[in-house]
């Protein structure tokens, strides 16, 4: 079936470093790739999105790169601050309107 | 503002019970999704509805069911509930369009514990 594998699945920085999180997929037909950022106790919030005719994307401290050739997108965020740790999952789309998550990356900004 | 209301944010059930989490969303959207939620599994897909009456199992649909009666509400219905069904349970809608616009919107989850 079609997966989508997350990595790390924890990560720890200092506040002021970089975040890199990064995800494959396996449908090839998939066309669009949304990231949630879930805050402890919270629902996942859509926090930026990019789609396959797009190679990179940047939402002031947030980018996202898609490479579809090697099926791989990944997550950064620069100047990491106290508030941007919470989980964060990235999914790919398949078959319309359905998704699929990895399984999440926990980060860990400390002060 | 609230989009996305699921009922209960924690539940406790007994083994067998038969058990109903609600989802109602208010913005009109034809595409409902129920989840579950894991540590280190993600988000999982248990089923999901394009429309009124109508539902399409997801990738863990075993010991669920659905029902979408009205537009805005789509219930998830554990006919005996098991221990190994103990999750957090999310909800999301989309419009009907079948063109993602703005992803995913979710409820704020119910925490399902089954003793």
């Known amino acids: 079936g079609e997966n989508v594998e997350q990595h790390p699945s924890t990560l720890s920085v200092q506040e002021g470093d970089s975040a890199v999180i990064k995800c494959t997929y396996s449908d090839s037909a998939s066309n669009y790739f949304p990231w949630y950022k879930q805050e402890l106790g919270k629902r996942p919030q859509l926090i930026i999105d990019?789609?396959?005719?797009?190679g990179e994307k940047k939402d002031q401290r947030i980018a996202v790169t898609l490479n579809k050739t090697a099926k791989h997108f990944s997550l950064h965020i620069t100047e990491t601050q106290p508030e941007d740790s919470a989980v964060y999952f990235c999914a790919a789309s398949i078959r319309g309107n359905d998704m699929r998550f990895g399984a999440g990356t926990r980060l860990t900004v400390k002060p | 503002d609230v989009k996305v209301t699921q009922s209960s944010r924690y539940l406790v059930k007994r083994t067998g019970e038969k058990v109903f989490l609600e989802c109602v969303q208010d913005m009109d959207h034809e595409n409902m999704f129920w989840y579950r939620q894991d540590p280190g599994l993600g988000l999982r897909l248990i089923y999901f509805s394009y429309d009124v009456k109508m539902k399409e199992k997801g990738d863990i649909p075993e010991g669920y069911s659905v029902s979408r009666e009205k537009k805005e509400r789509f219930s998830l219905i554990l006919e005996s509930a098991s221990t190994n069904q103990t999750s957090m349970y999310l909800c999301a809608s989309i419009p009907g369009d079948r063109a993602f616009r703005d992803g995913y919107t979710f409820g704020s989850g119910t925490r399902l514990t089954v003793v």
């Open positions: 990019i789609r396959s005719n797009v």
